[in-house]
């Protein structure tokens, strides 16, 4: 008797999914983290002002 069982492709493939979904997330983030960054040096003052008024 064979115990081994067959691999399911469906499985390999929600895992696929499931890691460029992840990818795709992670990708947004990033550029909104260094969008900011870059806004944050070009307006200091603005930026401050807002972060003051936000508390």
Excluded: C, F, W
């Excluded at 067959?6 to 550029?31: D, E, H, M, Q, W």
């Excluded at 960054?37 to 508390?55: I, L, N």
């Amino acid at each position: 008797m064979n115990d081994q069982r067959k691999k399911n492709p469906v499985r390999n493939v929600s895992i696929l999914i499931v890691v460029a979904v992840l990818l795709v997330i992670g990708t947004i983030l990033y550029n909104a983290v260094s969008q900011k960054r870059a806004y944050d040096e070009a307006h200091p003052a603005e930026a401050a002002s807002a972060s003051a008024a936000s508390h």
